[in-house]
């Protein structure tokens, strides 16, 4: 008997296409906003999902959904999964690493050009029919190329900003990450450990990657702005709730800082009021693994997450692997 499936959110055809030949499946293409008692109810009897980061899989969801096998995330980050509850009712957590990382850190980077080159403020004063003529400091920002690049969190897509900022753009490059890289990978990304008070105190531009967890809660919040200098951009692509959301808005609005490009808010869709009232500020809407052909990938992968693990008792990319070794296929 086929096993079922529930995809919580809308995706490429394709993708529900590969995933009907295995399963009996359910979709939500027209994207409908569930609520959780919704997507509970849409859960039962089905033995896998389909999640993004928007579904959240906790412990009061699991325990209302026992026939729930496995959580097939279609990102890398998985702070919307309590992976310690899944693993302890025996559900098979999986995310889409590897897939993403050239085109985030691709990203990462255009969001700290636009930043630190003041691209939207200058956009938004062409469109809005001001631009008279040039002025030796019209929209003048800070250097990119030469500078250094502090980066906060140096997994795969860290170090692919690494290597983009000190090959492509003669960056220095200095990072903090709980565990340091083995030396081989440090020169591959010509990058210097350093303390998190180094690399506060010594960077230009900031860039945030780092995965949410309880520890990294505002990671960055008004005494961390404080230490940096007032010339820096911060860039974060990480998660929301890793800056605070609130002190950063004053540390841009008193120049403790200079400038920030922001693709993840605290408690998103929602942006921070006081984010969208200044202009030395670029937002954007979670758009870093943004490209079709990305996006396709993590589909692709999640779905097959789901084959391997409902057909074969396999994972591609499982998150709780120890759940594999007592797996049962559907
Ligand atoms: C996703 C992301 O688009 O992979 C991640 O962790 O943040 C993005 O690439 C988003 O989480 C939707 O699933």
Redesign the pocket.
Known sequence: MKAAVLVARAVFPEVLEKLAAHFELSTNQPDAVWTQAQLISQLQGKQGVL????ERVDAALLAACPALKICA??????N?FDLDAMSAAGVLGS??PDV?TDT?ADFGFALLLATARRMAEAEHFLRAGLWSRWRYDMFAGAEVHGSTLGILGMGRIGQGIARRAAHGFGMQVIYHNRSRLDAATESACAARWVSKTELLQSCDHLMLVLPYSPQAHHAVGAPELAQMKPTATLVNIA?GGIVDDAALAAALRQGTIAAAGLD?FEGEPRVHPDLLALSNVVLTP?????TLS??RA?ADLAADNLIRFLVHGQAVTPLNPQILNGAASA
Do not use: C, E, K
């Open positions: 999640t993004t980061g928007s995330n279609m990102a890398v980050g998985f919307n995310n889409t993403l985030t998660r993840v979670h758009i870093a693994s943004a990305t996006r993590m």
